[in-house]
């Protein structure tokens, strides 16, 4: 048997169990499904109607029909009648979604695909100062509390990110 076998997940999570598979016979592991009050993902475009198109390179999707509750940014809304998937993408159902909240650059400073690239002199300064408590309340004071979107493109590299 591979996996958790042996490790010490079986001592520290109850909820872990080992079943016989009903296809091999072999025993496995399964586990509970994760099921988060909320998912928050950032989209590349929404429309009207509440649906979304994603990155099919990212887990938004999973994120998403997972989570009791679902909010998206998105980079713009279009008409529902030019809504469409391109390939590398992929549609997420209104039916799976909350709120869609329009927030252009919204994931800087991650990239967001056919939209721009990550800002990587931001990631580098953040991960510096996320080593200590101390720098990353520094990085939280500069960059995110009492933040307006103005203030944060004029403090980071968010309008230049192509």
């Known amino acids: 048997m591979l996996g958790f076998a042996g490790s010490d997940y079986e001592k520290v999570r109850a909820d872990f169990r080992r079943l016989a598979d009903p296809y091999t016979g072999k025993e496995i592991f399964v586990v509970p499904a ?11 475009r929404g429309d009207e109607n509440g649906n979304a198109i994603c990155s099919a390179r990212e887990s938004d999707r999973l994120a998403v029909l997972a989570a009791k509750r679902t909010v998206v940014t998105v980079e713009e809304i279009v008409p529902a009648d030019a809504f469409v998937a391109r390939p590398g993408e992929i549609f997420l159902s209104a ?3 909350d709120l ?5 650059r919204g994931a800087h400073p991650g990239a967001c695909v056919n ?5 990587r002199a931001h990631v580098e300064k953040y991960l510096a100062a996320s080593k200590t408590a101390e720098g990353f309340s520094s990085y939280l004071a500069e960059y995110v509390m009492g933040m307006t979107e103005e203030r944060y493109r004029a403090a980071t590299s968010a309008a230049e990110v192509a």
């Open 95 to 97: 039916l799976h979604i």
């Open 34 to 44: 994760i099921v988060p009050d909320w998912a928050a993902i950032h989209a590349i």
């Open 100 to 104: 869609v909240v329009v927030a252009p």
């Open 115 to 119: 939209a721009y690239g990550i800002d």
